[in-house]
């Protein structure tokens, strides 16, 4: 189990859920799509991630909040307890 899967674990436990069935298909090409194998029309749904260790994360995270908004998910919170680009400084260097 990866960090964010264990979280998430955790928290479902602690609202007394159990965490949803999410399958991420893999193509040839390395190109990937999760999917939701349950109806979550309606529904309040949390993603769980973490952009570690690096930006596939982060998309995989984008295209399941992409997903369970054309699921028509009624509210989507996505939990990130590490985003890897927040502490960059933004600052312009001479």
């Known amino acids: 189990c990866t960090q964010s899967e264990v979280l998430g674990k ?8 159990d965490l949803g069935n999410v399958i991420t298909s893999t193509y040839s090409d390395g190109e990937f799509q999760p999917s939701y ?20 994360n982060l998309m995989e995270m984008l295209l399941m909040i992409d997903a369970a908004k054309r699921a028509s998910a009624r509210h989507i919170t996505a939990v990130m307890p590490y985003f890897g680009w927040a502490r960059q400084d933004r600052k312009d260097k001479p």
Do not use: L
């Open 10 to 17: 955790k928290i479902a436990k602690a609202f007394g859920e």
């Open 37 to 56: 194998e349950e109806s979550i029309r309606g529904a309040r749904i949390f993603i769980i991630g973490s952009t570690n260790p690096g930006p596939q």
